[in-house]
Nanobody, 120 residues
Framework: QVQLVESGGGLVQAGGSLRLSCATS????????MGWFRQAPGKEREFVTA????????YYADSVKGRFTISRDNAKNTVYLQMNNLKPEDTAVYYC?????????????WGQGTQVTVSS
């Protein structure tokens, strides 16, 4: 079992930045691929970015490439999502997820989510 707790969400103006954190705990939690997803009101949850367990491979949705950066600190059991140049369309609940095998979809473990609101 892996437990995930997101933090760092909030209200920011367009063009601003936020850094989300996802603290992981549980058995061998560092040996998991980690992803960030988001769900806007009335829309399905969508993939944002992911990083493999060792941190050497990353993936990004086209909508966030060049603006968002995923990273992980396995010594701290934490994954980060640095979001720059935020846009109103980035407004959503952001979830982190963990899985031993999957990396783009099909994650086994999820956090409770953190709200990000970008005002225009």
């Amino acid at each position: 079992q892996v437990q995930l707790v997101e933090s760092g969400g909030g209200l920011v103006q367009a063009g601003g930045s936020l850094r989300l954190s996802c603290a992981t705990s549980g058995r061998s939690s560092i040996n998991y691929n980690m992803g960030w997803f988001r769900q806007a009101p009335g829309k399905e949850r969508e993939f944002v970015t992911a990083i493999n367990w060792i941190g050497g491979i990353t993936y990004y949705a086209d909508s966030v490439k060049g603006r968002f950066t995923i990273s992980r600190d396995n010594a701290k059991n934490t994954v980060y999502l640095q979001m720059n140049n935020l846009k109103p369309e980035d407004t959503a609940v952001y979830y982190c997820a963990a899985d031993r095998i999957q990396i783009l979809k099909g994650y086994s473990y999820w956090g409770q989510g953190t709200q990000v609101t970008v005002s225009s």
